[in-house]
């Protein structure tokens, strides 16, 4: 074990690497309750989707530790299950067949620009004042997210209002949204996940959390076919390039699954691999310029694209590097030793599915109210007094909320980036990739105005 994960050479041991394998899994275990409830509502069953969600965490996690040797867990990404459900399937009208079909291609595409030269050209083709903006206003759609799931928003009067709490449910997401932010605020480890279950067992009483629709572990079993392969019958990827007059709108949206999923991972590997020494500034070099896997972060960029592709076979939307890693590197993991034990802690939740399931939705909004306050984060890294980076930025980040669409608002960010940079004679520092990118945004909106 010495050997393999080079623990001296990285400045740590086994134990120091097991207490961070289990802090990382303890921050990060709300997605296998979280998912299923959003995914499920694309018409998916949630069982499957609970265990494609594990299946998922562990070989993707897996590849990271066995492969890259560095201390990230991958899981199905908060942020892109609610863009696989509320904009491709409720927005564009796409089949759930359709929608894991579009995250394989997505993944496939995130392989081959992992080991080409594609990825530093892409990477340098979207400014950071947008790719901040992205991340801060996927932060913003989640956590709309999260409140409109437990019905706390009114519409009544054609305009957002906060909801008469008459309801049990209401006074339990306010109790779970409270108790989730006062852990936070204090530091415990695993709040999201203790707020989660806490939560739901004040709903015992309250009458809201019950498992009378409950799924055991058999059960979900028994209804993993229904998402396992999927993408490969007719109502998947065929289905996908049968209608031309679709095929612009399809690319888009495979385009917005491969941004997002790109930057959400490459943010999570800069941030905080270069403070802790994962990854070095030579490192970072060495993966813009070669090709193949000559760095870590090459490794590990395979290993989050591997993941995205076979968590799509078995029925969830991108699986990518959770930024709650972090968590476990600020408990000293170094090594891929420490992905390897929150791969077996997700392999142990497989037989908690019974209770995973009685869950209710006001239980698990808090989380993703509380995760989008945290990706809001990068919005700091925005130089708004610079009227000219902050229109961009703004389109970007916040139309994703107020269009309801993470793939709208870049595209807003795209487009109005443009205008910006034409109107200061600046459009020669415009990158191709983004010019072709806009193009392709400008061609959607005319064809849906003419669907």
Known sequence: MEHFFKLKENGTNISTEVMAGLTTFFTMAYIIAVNPSVLSQSGMEWGAVFLATIIASI???????????????????????AFFVYTVCFGLGFTWQQALSMVFICGIINIIITVTKVRKFIIKAIPNSLQNAIGGGIGVFVAYI???????????????????????????????????????????????????????LFGIPMGVTTAADSVSFSEACAVLPTTFGAIFTAEGLPSLFNDMAKLPLVLVTIFAF???????????????????????????RAMETSTGFKSKMDKALFADAIATSIGSIFGTSNTTTFVESASGIGAGGRTGLTSVVVAICFAISAFLATFVSAIPSAATAPALVVVGIMMTSAFKEIQWEDFSEAVPAFFAGLFMALCYSISYGIAFGFISYCIVKICRKEAGTIHPILWAATILFILNFVLLALI
């Open 146 to 200: 999260g409140l409109l799931n437990v019905g706390i928003l009114s519409f009544d009067s054609g305009v957002p209002a906060l909801a008469t709490l008459n309801q049990p449910a209401f006074w339990l997401f306010l109790i779970g949204l409270v108790l989730t932010i006062v852990l936070l605020v204090l530091n415990v480890k695993g709040a999201i996940l203790i707020g989660i279950v806490v939560t739901a």
């Open 59 to 81: 070989i993707g996690t897996l590849v990271m530790g066995l492969f890259a040797n560095v201390p990230y867990a991958q899981a199905p990404g908060m942020g892109l299950n």
């Open 258 to 284: 491969s941004i997002s999923d790109t930057f959400d991972t490459l943010g999570t590997f800069i941030g905080t691999g270069r403070r802790s020494g994962i990854f070095s500034e030579e490192d970072e």
